[in-house]
């Protein structure tokens, strides 16, 4: 605990249970009231601990904690020791919400198909709100974190849907029923859109080039009319070889037609070239090292 207590601030303590406390109700309620009546295995760990209690009747929660075991031993070294303390905490919230509260609430008994939207809705809803605070609910989790560190360039929610499949097809042959390999793939495929849509896309917007040859006069209005300021980069243009200025400029979605009409303003020639930026960091925008 001495080192724990190092690692972790009062308020970052404070904020982190929280979250784990709001994210384990989401993620569980899914999981519990939606996925379980439905018969068909959603996401990772739980997943498995779902078609556990199905064969041998065993609690959820507690099977996931035993589950992890030889996962976080695997997956220690890439994690590191303040990721691993962070995500144990959140572990075990999310197991003793699993076993304990919401078996509580009531249980969804319609429509399959809505149940492994739902399911998908709130999985998501709940994993993000952990994601967010750079910690894990365990599990696969813990693999796929891992996995990210070694290839950066998979989204979170690429990894979970791979991972995600072998389980779901584990849960049809468990199940015998076809319905229940093609509920999974729902549930995980909303799950994996509502984690990239809100981890990289609260933080999405535009990225806009400009080639002019009125750089510095296009930077000024762009400013003027929305406050954004801009980069200038050199370019070269490939028929002509004449050196060319870019103005690049990052904004937010709903500046995009200021933007636009400003550069409009000053030549109506440009060459323009919007395109969509996953998440943007820096003055204006959010803090590089922010957690939110």
């Known amino acids: 605990m001495k080192v724990f207590r190092q690692e972790y601030s ?12 709001a994210g384990a109700f989401l993620f569980n309620i899914g999981i519990y009231n939606f996925a379980l009546n439905a018969e068909f295995a959603p996401v ?12 041998f009747g065993l609690p959820m929660g507690i099977m996931t904690i035993i589950l992890n075991i030889p996962i976080v031993l695997v997956s220690y070294k890439l994690l590191g020791r ?40 709130f999985t998501g809803l709940g994993l993000t709100i952990v994601y967010l605070r750079n910690c894990s609910t ?39 029923n076809v319905d229940a390999v093609i509920l999974g793939l729902l549930s995980s495929i909303v799950t994996t859109m509502a984690i990239d849509k809100i981890m990289y896309g609260l933080g999405a917007g535009k990225l806009v080039f400009v080639v002019t040859d009125h750089e510095h006069e296009v930077a000024l209005r762009i400013e003027e009319a929305t406050g954004r300021g801009c980069t200038f ?44 930026s996953n998440e943007v960091y820096g003055e204006g925008f959010k803090e590089i090292g922010g957690q939110w």
């Open 10 to 21: 009062p308020k970052e303590l404070g904020i982190d249970l929280l979250c784990d406390i």
């Open 44 to 55: 990772g760990v739980s997943g498995i601990a779902l078609i556990l209690r199905h064969l």
């Open 82 to 121: 303040r990721f691993l303390l962070r995500s144990m905490k959140s572990m075990v919230i999310f197991a003793l919400v699993l076993d304990y509260i919401v078996p509580y609430l009531p249980v969804y008994n319609g429509n399959p198909l809505y149940a492994s939207a739902c399911t998908g809705i």
């Open 138 to 176: 365990g599990g696969t989790d813990f693999l796929v974190m891992a996995i990210r560190k070694i290839f950066p360039h998979f989204t979170i929610g690429q990894i979970s849907l791979v991972i995600d499949a072998i389980v779901i097809l584990l849960g049809g042959l468990v199940f015998r």
């Open 233 to 276: 980069l050199h370019g070269q243009g490939s028929f002509s070889l004449d050196d060319k200025k870019i103005v690049m400029c990052a904004c937010n979605n709903s500046q995009v037609v200021p933007i636009r009409r400003a550069i409009h303003e000053v030549d109506s020639g440009a060459f323009l070239i919007i395109t969509d």
